[in-house]
């Protein structure tokens, strides 16, 4: 009998924003033991919060095993890699004060906008071993910063909202960036025609969805029968990144300890659909490549989930894709994606971008596009943020349809 423990625990510092004002600190601990154990036919899972016998939960995993539940073993076999990005971003004993000194600042520079939301920073470590003397471990530290902002004219609940998410801290930063949004926020303009759209990489990621196992295998999938052809632009590359420097906290493996080479899968490799995203069960049901797209409850059998998908940069700044003006979207409501692969997405806050900066505020509108165009024919880029400082983020540039009246 095989058998795999992963260990999970969390610390969680976070102080809420209202109106403006911070409250107290809040910290929250987590920590939760999974053992899995396999008998070359079924699975028994067992898990723990808190403190735990793993002697104890060994016996109910494998009382679980009557169960029946089939799911293949296979596990990898003397692999050992640790990693320890661990830090104090901010520190614990003037995380309050930290948090007031940035709103009050914030509160200063931009006294006509109220300020609201949550700074949360979290310490995660993950620890996973199996019977076939495989041992990962990680260590990581994240900070996210979430503003929502109100004009305070306004009638609606909030107007904007600015976020960073990563491993640093820099007051000046937050100031800084939130003053790009907020600076021209008054000064609106009429939406340009025939311009370029700057969007997050997300507007696509739903089409990513369909590269699941069990939705192309079972003929579901916008991209039936296209494995190993040729779908989007030759610069395309889409993928997962679990590789420590992203500085999002993500550990170099799934939750059944499958890693890959270089912390990356490619779904998308130079344009070509080139892997499906998978886990242990979809792998061995089809006989596929482990894309590591494996996410557990402590207490249940793992599903299918992916974690640090990426659209691969194909120039270093927005700069470098977009000369003269551009659309530059910030909020969007929702969004969807219809079967034949057509984005359609309400903006209810863009800017218009001008050699490299935001100008003025644009109306609301809508965009569409299909996927197939967005990454194939009106595809023009994927590069880092530049609009901010310090960005950590992509950012998609291509031509949708203009929706004015939306």
């Known amino acids: 009998m095989e058998q795999e423990k992963l260990i999970k625990k969390q610390t969680a510092y976070s102080v809420n924003i209202a109106g403006s004002k911070v409250d107290a600190l809040r910290v929250k601990e987590d920590l939760q033991t999974t053992i899995r154990v396999y008998d070359g036919k079924s699975i028994g899972v067992a898990g723990a919060v808190g403190n735990a016998d793993e002697s104890a939960l060994r016996k109910e995993a494998e009382e ?17 890699r640790s990693v320890d990005e661990g830090k104090e971003i901010v520190s614990k004993s003037d995380y309050v004060k930290t948090a007031k000194k940035l709103v009050k600042r914030l509160s200063e520079c931009y006294p006509d906008f109220i300020f609201s939301g949550k700074i949360n920073m979290s310490d995660e470590e993950t620890d996973y071993a199996n019977s076939k003397k495989t041992h990962f471990h990680y260590k990581g530290s994240s900070l996210v910063v979430a503003l929502s902002i109100k004009k305070k004219s306004s009638a609606n609940v909030f107007d904007l909202f600015y976020e960073s998410i990563g491993d640093t801290y820099h007051e000046d930063t937050v100031v800084e960036n939130t003053g790009r949004l907020l600076s021209v926020y008054g000064n609106e303009l009429e939406i340009p025609d025939g311009v370029p759209v700057i969007i997050g990489t ?35 590359n889409v993928f997962t990144d679990r590789s420590p420097s992203q500085g999002k906290g993500i550990p170099f493996f799934d939750a059944e300890g499958v890693t890959n080479e270089g912390d990356k899968f490619y779904f998308v490799k130079d344009g070509v659909f080139s892997g499906l995203v998978t886990y242990k069960r979809s792998a061995g049901n089809f006989n596929l490549p482990l894309s590591g797209g494996a996410q557990a409850a402590f207490d249940g059998v793992p599903s299918m989930g992916v974690q640090g998908l990426c659209l691969g940069d194909t120039a270093k700044s927005i700069k470098e894709l977009v000369k003269g003006k551009a659309i530059y979207v910030w909020v969007t409501a929702g969004g969807d994606m219809t ?18 900066k935001l100008v003025g505020r644009l109306p609301e509108f809508g965009i569409t596009g299909n996927v197939f165009d967005v990454l194939g024919k009106d595809f023009i880029g994927v590069a880092k943020n530049d609009v901010f400082e310090d960005a950590n983020t992509s950012v998609l540039v291509a031509r949708f349809k203009v929706n004015k009246n939306q």
């Open 202 to 236: 997300d507007i696509v990621f739903n089409a990513f969805s369909e590269m699941v196992a069990e939705s192309y295998v079972s003929g579901a999938s916008l991209f039936n029968g296209k494995l190993g052809q040729k779908i989007f632009d030759s610069r395309v």
């Open 339 to 356: 079967p034949d692969g057509t984005i359609g997405a309400p903006i209810m806050l863009a800017y218009l971008y001008e050699d490299g």
């Open 64 to 80: 679980k095993l009557s169960i029946g539940i089939p799911y293949p073993c296979m596990l990898a076999e003397g692999q050992e």
